[in-house]
């Protein structure tokens, strides 16, 4: 045996094998909620997620960091409460995911009832070439957003951002694409979208994550500021297309959905400063999330780190 392999005898798996590992298990997770009936699938999802929170599994932490920045004066039992009913809509939401490509358009007409598409179809009508930015957030079950939108003839395409591990994110990727929107990955995204929008297609883009600082600005989010991409502002600046709201929320009998589009934001020409018109628009796109997330709170994923990036000097919460 090599220096090389006796030094390796013995130590922590590779993390090509890891990786390996990670993308089986998912693989089995997701073929799994496949195979049952959908609403045993709903069920395990929703088991799922509420035994994680219960638990504290990894990142609990940082969730409950989350609802004490968003919510200070409410009780603990409060947070916790939507801590829980949040993982269960995740769970669901994971559940629904797999389950890409089973459902036929008219099912996913049924599935998911559509308010206020009529400022969806202003805004196409207002926009230089038909091209229009559909503002969202990892809110409720928004991996459905996109297949509901491509089954009434929306033509929509995602940025979503690549995962580290190549095999699951081949995996998503298999998923998302069964749902029939087009998918641009963050980071390689910008020709396309401008490309995408000055074609007429509506770009559909979550923005409720954390980014490195030297990638975004600082706007306010539930009263502390956070990092945000100044990549789709810009985009909307440059290409004139409006910036049109949309979520998705579950309703009570856990099996549909009503997608609700809000009418197209207001925002700054560019004034070229970055800490004018461009922080400005990143501002207002950010709003109606928050707003989003205040009607809805156990809709959001509170488990992500959106204030990790913070401002020199200041520390971040988790």
């Known amino acids: 045996m090599s220096p090389a392999g006796a030094a390796n005898s013995g130590s922590a798996p590779a993390p090509e094998l ?18 049952v009936p959908e609403r045993v699938a709903l069920r395990i999802g929703a088991w799922i997620g509420t035994t994680y929170a219960r638990v504290g599994g990894p990142r609990i932490g940082d969730a409950r960091a989350n609802l004490r920045i968003a919510f200070p004066d409410w009780s603990d039992a409060a947070r916790r409460r939507v801590l829980v009913r949040s ?3 995740l769970g669901r939401g994971l559940a629904e995911f797999a389950r890409l490509g089973l459902l036929d358009r008219e099912q996913l007409r049924e599935r998911v009832a559509v308010e206020g598409l009529e400022h969806l179809e202003a805004a196409r ?22 297949a509901a939108m491509v089954a009434r003839d929306i033509p929509a395409a995602v ?18 694409g069964a749902g029939g929107a087009e998918l641009l990955a963050r980071g390689n995204a910008a020709r396309a979208a401008l490309a995408g929008l000055k074609g007429g297609r509506v770009l559909a883009m979550p923005y409720d994550q954390n980014c490195r600082r030297r990638e975004g600005v600082f706007v ?3 009263g502390r500021l956070a990092c945000t991409r100044d990549g789709p502002p810009r985009i909307a600046m440059r290409t004139g297309s409006p910036v ?22 207001e925002l700054l020409p560019d004034d070229g400063e970055r800490d004018g018109a461009l922080t400005e628009n990143a501002r207002r796109m950010t709003a109606p999330i928050e707003a989003a997330i205040r009607e809805a709170p156990d809709h959001w994923i509170w488990i992500h780190r959106r204030f990790r990036t913070q401002p020199e000097g200041e520390d971040h919460p988790y």
Not at 18 to 35: H, K, T
């Open 244 to 265: 049109v709201p949309v979520f998705i929320y579950r309703q009570p009998d856990g099996v549909h959905h009503v997608a609700r589009f809000f009418p197209a934001l």
């Open 125 to 146: 009508r207002a926009s230089p070439n038909g091209g229009v930015i559909v503002l969202t957030g990892h809110f409720g079950s928004w991996e459905l957003l996109a």
């Open 220 to 222: 306010p989010f539930f």
């Open 87 to 89: 993982f269960g809509h």
């Open 18 to 35: 890891l990786d390996r590992l990670a993308a089986l298990l998912v693989a089995l997770l997701l073929g799994a909620l496949r195979l």
């Open 159 to 176: 940025v979503h951002r690549s995962r580290d591990n190549a095999l699951i994110d081949g995996l998503v990727g298999r998923l998302r």
